[in-house]
């Protein structure tokens, strides 16, 4: 399946009000999750712009150490994914707990960043942005739009950048996943 850019939704749809944004409920988890996955699948395109801002302007300031930066990122996140899928108890920890994944993740970035050079360029142009799109996704309520774009992504009628990033952490919803599966065993 070919992958398709997600469009970029309205500003005033991702940044609506406060009455759209709500503290999660840190007692349910998978609800808090759920919620998660849904805006990073729906705002990725925005998120996408936040993100390519905030490293620019680091990237400008900086320009070796935030090439650096996130090569080591990248080299470490594709060695963690390959691990995860090739030990059966990373994978377990990888899909029942995404976020110690990723802080593990976060840390061995930022480790080997120290060991090679500018941890300020690691903070600002790495870590900034990625904590910024996780306090939007947690805080932004979905709506029926929203919710819609990720049923089609999740059962395989869209594939987008931040899905198949979700993929590899395994952070789809479980029902989604089902229901893609069966689809696949009616198609062949």
Do not use: C
Not at 5 to 12: E, F, G, K, Q, T
Not at 48 to 63: D, E, H, K, Q, R
Not at 69 to 97: A, E
Not at 137 to 166: C, Q, Y
């Amino acid at each position: 399946m070919e992958v398709q850019v997600a469009p970029l939704r309205a500003w005033d749809d991702f940044f609506p009000g406060s009455d759209r944004f709500a503290r999660p409920d840190f007692k349910d988890i998978s609800k808090w999750n759920n919620r998660v996955v849904s805006n990073l699948l729906y705002y990725q395109t925005n998120y996408l712009m936040v993100a390519a801002t905030v490293v620019s302007i680091v990237g400008f300031l900086s320009p070796l150490n935030m090439l650096i930066g996130g090569t080591v990122v990248v080299l470490v996140f594709m060695g963690f994914v390959w691990v995860s899928h090739n030990k059966d108890v990373l994978r377990k920890l990888k899909k029942q707990y995404p976020t110690t994944f990723v802080v593990a993740i976060m840390l061995s970035s930022y480790f080997l960043i120290s060991y090679l050079g500018d941890v300020m360029v690691f903070m600002f142009g790495i870590t900034l942005p990625l904590l910024l799109m996780f306090v939007h996704a947690s805080l932004r309520l979905r709506n029926i739009k929203n919710k819609l774009e990720n049923k089609m992504e999740g059962i395989g009628l869209k594939k987008t950048p931040m899905g198949i990033i979700l993929d590899a952490l395994e952070q789809q919803e479980e029902s989604i996943n089902k229901l893609a599966d069966y689809i696949s065993k009616v198609k062949e």
